[in-house]
């Protein structure tokens, strides 16, 4: 194609913009509409994931040691541990240390344990992390069955919970986002089919005095486009200013410490990046669709 | 340059339009299509730019195969074969310059090639001082010059026209058949379907008359009329 030729199209297809007026607010508003909802629940289910991740990346399984054993056995047990293959790392913590870390955990309520620190009830025991957190439950089996180990714990209901939580809130957020974007280019598809059925004659036409079908499609290409991106300026602004205030304000999310935003920059600049695409293939999809049949002149 | 070879035309409907029909049209003349109305004419006329493809038999126009020929060939088949309407077909939101210039943007000429040829058959057929109108601030027959302009500007070898007078009063008929004949002076072969008796015993050229189908009449100077 020559550079005038596509000159000629992105000028065609803006004019069309300018000339279907009504039309072009009700499919920019269509767009709009969904990519407000679709923006939104990308940046929750984003957070979400994120402080999904986080949490998973804190579960820890904690091996209690027999009181019993040896120091040989101790180390026999963490020898054990470390040739499980899922494990990503080991650490012993002594009885010493796990009173003086409850100690400080309880703060003034703590003092009440010093009386212990003659007498230290509690176990050796060794911290141990997996490379993924998933494999957590059968790895805490694989060391429950260690000799010398007295117990494990891993918080298993939370663990479990936590993992199916995740799961589910991922493939909700996905098939809703899949069903929004469709029922966008369903909606913009249509609005142009109204505009295209007012230029079925002119289509004819054009093919009578010998455009070719692509020739004819790239102004309604350039027109989608054009109609995806405008549709999508409402939506980032939105999105942007909306997080920028929820992730600078001291408000009641942020207060748990746990729950912890993405930064600002750079998320929302991929959210709006993606966001833009988005509005782009709904607008070029919609229209590409919608002009198919009328080709058949 | 046209040459049929016993074609036939059955629509989905199960009407025949052509029944069987040979004709050779050479480069340059100048043919009358008449016959009464559902007669085929308009059949006739869509078979030769492909707008209708043959249920049997062979087209041969420019040495293509216009029945053999794929889908995506269509369209440089109707580049090199200019085609006027009754009603004219014009691009209503265009301007009469943006109509003309359509023809040549398809086929990818220059910007400059462009803005040269349109304002020279803009000049042809007498609408240079009106290239920025568009067609719905036109008289009938200046709409109709306009249709000749675009089918002419990327410099076909035949001119089909269906009734292009057919909507226009006589005066300005005689001036649209003056400016065919120009065009068919310069070597463009001219094919014409009409209704106009006066126009068909005035200008004398080949008349075709086809009937229920068939070529009933082919005659050299002939003269209106489609009965045996």
Avoid: C
């Avoid at chain 1, 089919?193 to 289509?203: D, G, M, V």
């Avoid at chain 1, 935003?261 to 919608?290: D, E, H, N, T």
């Avoid at chain 2, 210039?101 to 001082?129: S, W």
């Avoid at chain 2, 379907?193 to 009937?211: D, G, M, Y």
């Amino acid at each position: 194609m020559r550079f005038s030729t596509l000159q000629r199209h992105v000028r065609e297809g803006s004019r069309n913009i300018w000339r279907n007026g009504w039309m072009t607010v009700a499919s920019v508003g269509a767009v709009t509409t969904t990519l407000v909802l679709v923006g939104a629940f990308l940046a929750l289910m984003l957070n979400l994931s994120n402080i999904a991740t986080n949490l998973e990346k804190d579960v820890q399984i904690k091996a209690l040691i027999d009181l019993t054993a040896d120091q040989a056995e101790i180390d026999a047990v963490g020898d054990a541990i470390q040739r499980i293959p899922e494990v990503a790392s080991v650490t012993f913590s002594s009885k010493d240390e796990e009173l003086s870390s409850l100690i400080d955990s309880l703060g003034e309520e703590g003092k009440v344990w010093e009386m212990y620190e003659q007498d230290n009830p509690l176990n050796d025991v060794y911290i141990v992390k997996t490379t993924d957190p998933l494999d957590t439950i059968s790895v805490a089996k694989k060391i429950a069955s260690i000799t010398n180990v007295e117990e494990i714990t891993y918080g298993q209901e939370v663990v479990q919970n936590l993992f199916k939580f995740n799961q589910y809130a991922r493939n909700i957020g996905l098939v809703l986002i899949v069903g929004l974007i469709f029922t966008a280019i369903f909606l913009i598809s249509n609005t142009i089919k109204i505009t295209i059925i007012a230029r079925r004659r002119e289509i004819g036409i054009m093919k009578l005095v010998g455009a070719t079908d692509s020739f004819i499609r790239w102004p309604f290409f350039i027109e989608g486009l054009l109609l995806g991106v405008l549709g999508s300026i409402v939506p980032i602004l939105i999105i942007t200013t909306g997080y920028y205030y929820l992730s600078h304000s001291g408000n009641a999310l942020t207060q748990f410490s746990f729950v912890e935003l993405l930064p600002f920059s750079p998320f929302a600049i991929q959210l709006s990046l993606v966001i833009l695409a988005i509005g782009a293939g709904i607008g070029v999809w919609g229209s590409v669709m919608s002009i198919r049949k009328f080709l058949k002149v | 340059m046209i040459a049929m070879e016993n074609v036939y035309k059955t629509y989905p409907n199960g009407v025949t339009a052509i029944n069987g029909i040979d004709v050779t049209i050479d480069q340059g003349e100048f043919v009358y299509i008449v016959g009464p109305s559902g007669a085929g004419k308009s059949t006739f006329i869509k078979l030769m730019f492909r707008e209708e493809v043959p249920t049997k038999g062979n087209i041969v126009i420019n040495n293509r195969n216009l029945a053999k020929m794929k889908w995506k060939e269509v369209p440089l088949l109707r580049r090199d074969i200019g085609v006027v309407y009754q009603d004219f077909k014009l691009l209503p939101k265009l301007t009469v310059y943006e109509n003309v210039a359509f023809a040549l943007e398809v086929i990818e000429e220059t910007p400059r090639n462009i803005r040269r040829r349109v304002m020279q058959v803009l000049d042809q057929v007498g609408l240079k001082n009106k290239a920025r109108f568009i067609p719905d601030e036109l008289s009938g027959g200046e709409q109709q010059r306009v249709a000749i302009a675009r089918a002419i500007v990327n410099h076909p070898k035949l001119l089909i026209a269906d009734e292009p007078t057919g909507n226009l009063d006589p005066e300005t008929s005689w001036e649209i058949m003056r400016i065919l004949e120009e065009i068919n002076a310069s070597g463009t072969t001219i094919i014409m379907a009409t209704h106009s008796k006066e126009i068909v015993n005035t200008i004398k050229k080949r008349v075709i008359a086809i009937e229920g189908g068939l070529i009933v009449r082919d005659e050299h100077r002939g003269e209106y009329g489609y009965e045996i």
